[in-house]
């Protein structure tokens, strides 16, 4: 399909201007006040770092290292933080007020921030990539705690490097505190059902949407791009759900299969050769081949700005699950929209990480832990709730469904920011 002719062209490198794009048009929409709407579209805190790392050739080499704080106003920050070679302070800013919409739409007392440090973590050894770690969270101590900025795993981040960052922190306290980071390993507090929490997100709004669309899962076939943590776990359980999962991708190519894979054999072989490429039975693809596959349902697990205006008159899926934060940039959704595509925002469908990076710093406050059905029945409560939420506002208003949950998140989050008012 040819592109419409008034969408006009859009900053796609620019992450942080497709973030407020997307909250002007909620602001708009809920005319909001002039000055709530200027201090809401800025970010609070921006801190750049440059740090050194000893490298184990006994070598000094310098990274550069950012954490954004975009909005205060219902909590403590809260936000991942990614090591990629391509970590730009526009892609933090993002991030960081995306964080604030994700966490307000889902009802969870927490303002939004996100860090990262400019660097490909695979060419690091593991001593060099600890030491990289405990130097970049020194550095941005002056803002992260429990109390006031709590740093969760993101790309190319682990639980081992959130345990690196917590016990960095109780050093220099001289004291443990578990709170200051979600998404560690058990044995230093982290919460049952965290690892899994992004994807079986993204599992229970595909159930939701379908729900509403009138659609059944089991006729449902489905492309993920990017069989990472989110991707893989949320192609796992769509399955259980019976959905039919025909392509998938990470780093190493992407693959398309005529029948339905089997995602725990899939899970096998990246395990065994490290990527799903090569397995047996699928042909590969180009990652703009799979973006366009012939599926019902589309799931961007990877990075920003994959569906952009360029290629989104050829998405043939007719629902598109963001479960990456970004995938679909403010033009692809107005061509999108116009083709009468669903696209479940990622403040809605990737909340489930937030959810119980919520639920693990709660459990860290009081030293008081929950099993793991409690949590995932948490889990699905909220996820649902924020889904229901979104759907009736943006049917209300007669807007896709990314300008509802906007106008709910903002509009939370502006009267926070207006309760609480301007100090001194």
């Excluded at 800025?42 to 080499?61: C, H, T, W, Y």
């Excluded at 925002?345 to 909340?351: G, K, R, S, T, Y």
């Excluded at 996820?383 to 709910?408: C, D, H, I, K």
Aim: glycine letters at 8%.
């Amino acid at each position: 399909m040819a592109q419409p002719a008034f969408v006009t062209p859009e900053a796609v490198d620019d992450p942080w201007q497709n973030a407020q794009r997307q909250f002007d048009a909620a602001a708009d929409l809920l005319a909001l006040e002039p000055g709530v709407r200027s201090f809401l579209r800025e970010a609070q805190r921006q801190l750049i770092v440059n740090f050194p790392v000893k490298m184990d050739d006994g070598s000094i080499q310098m990274f550069e290292g950012y954490r954004v704080q975009h909005n205060l106003a219902r909590g403590p920050a809260k936000g991942g933080i990614r090591y990629h070679p391509q970590v730009t302070l526009s892609e933090v800013k993002a991030l960081a007020m995306w964080m604030t919409w994700k966490c307000a739409a889902a009802g969870i007392p927490f303002g939004g921030a996100k860090g990262g440090v400019v660097v490909d973590p695979k060419l690091l050894s593991r001593a060099e990539l600890e030491r990289l770690t405990r130097r970049y969270a020194a550095e941005i101590s002056v803002l992260i705690g429990p109390e006031r900025d709590i740093p969760a795993p993101d790309v190319n981040t682990t639980p081992q490097v959130m345990a690196w960052i917590m016990d960095t922190m109780s050093m220099a306290a001289g004291y443990s505190i578990p709170a200051a980071v979600t998404g560690k390993p058990l044995a230093v507090g982290g919460s049952q059902g965290r690892n899994e929490a992004t994807g079986r997100g993204v599992a229970v709004v595909a159930l939701r949407a379908c729900s509403h669309l009138g659609r059944d899962p089991r006729e449902s076939t489905v492309a993920v791009q990017g069989f990472g943590n989110a991707g893989s776990i949320a192609a796992r359980l769509m399955e259980a759900d019976g959905f039919a999962i025909h392509a998938v991708s990470d780093t190493g190519g992407a693959i398309w299969s005529e029948e339905p894979l089997s995602v725990e054999r899939v899970v096998e072989h990246k395990q065994r050769t490290g990527s799903v490429a090569g397995f047996p039975g699928t042909r590969a693809v180009s990652n703009a081949e799979l973006l366009q596959s012939p599926v019902d349902v589309l799931v961007p697990a990877a990075l920003e700005n994959q569906v952009t205006a360029a290629n989104a008159g050829r998405i043939q899926a007719s629902l598109i699950l963001e479960a990456a934060n970004g995938p679909v940039t403010p033009g692809a959704d107005e061509i999108l929209a116009q083709r009468g595509i669903t696209v479940v925002p990622d403040i809605v469908a990737n909340a489930g990480g937030v959810t119980v990076s919520y639920f693990e710093w709660v459990q860290d406050l009081q030293s008081f832990f929950w099993e793991e059905k409690e949590i995932n029945d948490r889990l699905q409560h909220i996820m649902t709730a924020s889904f229901e939420t979104a759907w009736e506002a943006s049917q209300r208003l007669n807007v896709p469904l990314r300008l509802g949950a906007y106008t709910v998140a903002v509009q939370r989050v502006a009267e926070a920011t207006t309760a609480r008012g301007i100090y001194p």
